[in-house]
């Protein structure tokens, strides 16, 4: 027995050697030393669980700026910390009143969500509702974020509170226009020498703009983030949503407070992975936060996480936000794999094959069409990233992470030099 044993681990120690040997010599001549990827700064690690062993490892122990691969740790801290539903807000209800606190959840009247526990509360008392600010450490934009960006969609502002996701929705057809919520103003402006659409907002205003050519009949619907301000101004979106008057007040002294819970958290964490949400990326970590501690804190969630369940990681990283749009963040490949693998432990493999996006959906639509691999991309200028899980065709499956900085080429040349390699050990092994 002990012969057939030594044999077997024999034998198994020479097969990895030959598929990195193999995997090697392939990235070597097909992948590093050619365009796009040969000027560029690329880690790759390649491991499999069944087994603990790498099948290859080119410069994952090197930093990378890991673009929306970061929102890996935040699906990570949302599945550890937020349980089965979302926090939808902590409530607190006497003879006549209601005090609420928001916590950060990201749902609230957002249209891709019907289900609205939270909205249902409010519009159904009777009584006088208050606004309880809750402590909110965060800024408005994350650390790193390009401040010239404060109008892009996929930058809306972090709140303790959201709503509507965060952003206005200005809808166009012919000479009609129409903004969402409407107590914002629009202001819209004939243009015949434009072709598409133009939606802009004042820096420091909530006043928005559109520009159209009357001869285009195009149907349109754009999304630009709102200054959230101060809770005054969340009071008064309140108030405009429920026709009711909302109060500010402090917490009730003796106050014992209510968790009231929202949406599935699958539902939010499949469409942050698929389509690469990043203000539900963020919004994860900070509801992780409130409900630790009840005080909202990106920071101290970071901290925590990487101080206990991520502190075994190989590399300690420069982690600062969850969506990735900051260039502080430095995380190495393995790392990445590292985390995916706590993941692949402790999630059942079909949840995780969801809430990953797979070859013909969310970023990887246009990609791997045979759907061996359930993960997440990642660009930024220069920057390409894709990080997950591979079932090769003799259903071996494999955690990796390909980071690629510094390129010059198009996105796309680095996504399909990636794909490339992956098919390779999708069709070999």
Known sequence: ?????????????????????????WASRSLLHQ??????????????????????????????????????????????????????????????????????????????????????????????????PANNLNKRYGPGWSWADYADDYQPELTEWPMYGNVVRIYHHG????????????????????????????????LFFLKYNPAYKEVSTTEVPFITGTEQELRQR???????????????????????????????????????????????????????WDTISTKKMISWLLEGDLKDLPHAPQWVDGSGLSRYNLITPRDFVSVLNKMYAQYPQRRLWDIFAT????????????????????TLNGVVGLSGYLVTKKNKTLIFSVLVNNHQDTATSVRRAVERLLTMIWKEY
Request: hydrophobic share 40%.
């Open 1 to 25: 027995m002990r012969s057939v044993l030594l044999l077997s681990a024999i034998s198994l120690s020479l097969q990895a050697s030959a598929q990195t040997a193999a995997i090697s010599k």
């Open 35 to 132: 365009q796009p990827l040969e000027q560029a700064h690329v880690g790759i690690s390649i491991y499999e669980p069944a087994t603990g062993k790498y099948w290859y490892q080119y410069q994952d122990d090197k930093f990378f700026t890991p673009a929306s691969n970061t929102k890996i740790f935040a699906l990570y801290a949302g599945l550890k910390l937020l349980g089965d539903s979302l926090p939808a807000a902590r409530y607190y209800e006497n003879d006549t009143a209601v005090f609420v606190k928001g916590m950060a959840d990201p749902s609230f009247l957002h249209p891709d969500y019907t289900f609205q526990p939270l909205l249902q509360l409010l519009q159904q008392t009777a009584k006088q509702i208050y606004l309880v």
């Open 175 to 206: 000479d009609t226009s129409k903004i969402m919520p409407a107590l914002y103003d629009l202001e819209t402006t004939e243009d015949r020498t434009i072709t598409k659409i133009s939606t802009e907002r004042d820096e420091r205003n909530n």
């Open 238 to 292: 309140l108030q405009d949503t429920l026709h009711k008057r909302i109060g500010l007040a402090v917490a009730p002294q003796p106050a014992s407070f209510q968790l009231l819970k929202s949406i599935p958290a699958d539902s939010l964490f499949t469409p942050m992975m698929h389509r690469s949400d990043n203000f539900f990326a963020e919004q994860t970590l900070m509801m992780a936060s409130a409900s630790l």
């Open 359 to 378: 070859g013909g959906k969310g970023t990887l639509r246009n990609y791997y069409q045979q759907q061996f691999v359930h993960a997440k991309t990642g």
